[in-house]
């Protein structure tokens, strides 16, 4: 878990192969995002009038640069809106999330392939049943199905909620004025709970000197804490998402997942893209369960880079696919898709939630008791990363997952290739913990003369 949140905070956006991006231009996805930003709009003005506010004149040009398609003006009135906010010091209401969503949704499907983005959202949305509860965490993974659903509103076809902002006040009453009458929203005595929860475990961990790293809060002069570390934020989430869990316990639930919270892994099982999390945690996964996975991401992924990964594939040819690929964009011999090739974007949308599910495998093998099931859940984790690389082969969250599922089998080598792959494609700001990360594992290396290279 914490080298995958230390390359999480890694992970940029990248350039377009043409530079700056236009506004989507399939016209189904523009008459999509023109219907979702008007709903967006009517439910912000609602909401800053139920506080009596008004959205500010900024904003309300937001909105209407969406509906007209017009991205560069879209991009200018959302940074002047959120400076002038910050300026004025003005509360970021619950009116504020409708903003986020319908500039988070038309950005997504801007700077993605929209025929990738097309097919993550209905992805997701096919594959929930009706009423359930569904856990957003990337930008993709909340704002272009919050979009793509017939009315997030009104939970139809499920009810979203994002797990990066469950511990913001005014997310919660946002929850609450959407779906509060229909599911069990946290409530701000839960809320105070899951911070006080939070603290006084901080406090006894701090004692024993079991902080986690970068985990820090203090107590300020007037006595209240305050978390002041982004580590410290995500436990707290963790702990309100949960209430959520135990809360709604007639409803099946759906995790597309950011970051990782520990607690779910013994309930979470590969659902196509994303994660099913059911009510009794799992003594170990079926073979049935890791079977389909691995005949879904085959049939998703070979479209994208062709058909060429196998089970028996090692790191070192994907490195050399890559190189020819992603980095000369040399297509001879290509049976993928040079548009999936084209968009980073889309690339570590996919190459996200593969890994997702090798973390969860990965976990799974340190956690089973038979050494049959660990030995299946290696294998089950290793794929998976494998896949994850190919499909975005300079992802630093990627690259230091792989990595550290191989250093811990004691493959140095092929960690070693793993990362001096994505050096390659020097992605700043990763490019300097990548290099890093290749000096660390040569001099690791160096100091072993049994480590043959």
């Known amino acids: 878990m914490k080298l995958m ?17 236009e506004f989507v231009q399939d016209p189904v996805i523009r008459a999509q995002l023109k219907s979702f930003a008007a709903e967006k709009e009517r439910q912000g003005r609602a909401l800053a009038s139920a506080d009596g506010q008004e959205l500010p004149s900024q904003i309300q040009k937001l909105f209407s640069a969406i509906e007209n398609a017009n991205w560069a003006e879209a991009t200018n009135d959302y940074a002047e809106g959120r400076e002038r906010l910050g300026r004025d010091s003005a509360p970021y209401g619950s009116w504020w999330q409708p903003v986020l969503e319908a500039y988070g949704a038309a950005e997504q499907f801007t700077l993605n392939n929209g025929k990738y983005a097309s097919a993550y959202g209905n992805g997701i949305i096919l594959s929930i049943p009706p009423g359930s509860i569904y856990f957003g965490g990337t930008d993709p993974g909340r704002f272009i199905v919050t979009a793509m659903e017939k009315s997030q509103i009104d939970g139809n076809p499920f009810f979203g909620l994002t797990q990066n902002a469950l511990s913001d006040a005014y997310y919660l009453d946002y929850l609450r004025s959407m779906y509060g009458n229909i599911i069990y929203i946290p409530t701000e005595a839960d809320s105070r709970k899951c911070f006080d929860d ?62 990782p919270f520990e607690w779910m892994y013994p309930y979470l099982e590969p659902h196509g893209l994303i994660f099913k999390m059911i009510h009794q945690p799992f003594t170990t996964l079926p073979r049935e369960t890791v079977q389909r996975d691995h005949d879904y991401w085959i049939k998703t992924v070979s479209p994208m880079i062709g058909d060429w990964l196998k089970d028996d594939t090692s790191p070192r040819e994907i490195g050399t696919f890559a190189e020819k690929v992603y980095l000369h964009h040399d297509f001879g011999g290509f049976r993928g898709d040079p548009a999936f090739v084209e968009n980073v974007y889309s690339q570590r949308m996919f190459s996200k939630e593969r890994s997702s599910i090798a973390d969860l495998y990965a976990w799974r093998a340190k956690h089973d008791n038979d050494p049959v099931d660990k030995q299946r859940m290696d294998t089950a984790a290793d794929f998976a990363f494998r896949q994850s690389l190919a499909l975005c082969p300079y992802s630093p969250e990627v690259v230091f997952q792989y990595v550290a599922f191989l250093m811990h089998k004691k493959r140095y080598s092929e960690a070693l290739v793993v990362a001096e792959t994505a050096q390659k494609f020097r992605s700043e700001p990763a490019a300097d913990k990548i290099d890093q990360l290749v000096s660390n594992l040569k001099r690791f290396q160096a100091k072993d003369p049994a480590i043959h290279h």
Do not use: H
């Not at 949140?5 to 991006?21: D, I, S, Y």
């Open 5 to 21: 949140l230390l390359a999480a905070g890694l992970v940029v956006a990248g350039c377009l192969k043409n530079g700056a991006p």
């Open 198 to 259: 939070y603290y006084r475990d901080y406090q006894d961990r701090r004692t024993k000197n079991e902080l986690l790293p970068g985990e820090d809060a203090t107590n300020g002069p007037d006595g209240k804490w305050r978390i002041i570390s982004y580590m410290s934020l995500i436990q707290v989430k963790e702990r309100v998402a949960k209430v959520v869990f135990d809360r709604n316990t007639n409803r099946e639930f759906y995790v597309e997942e950011s970051f």
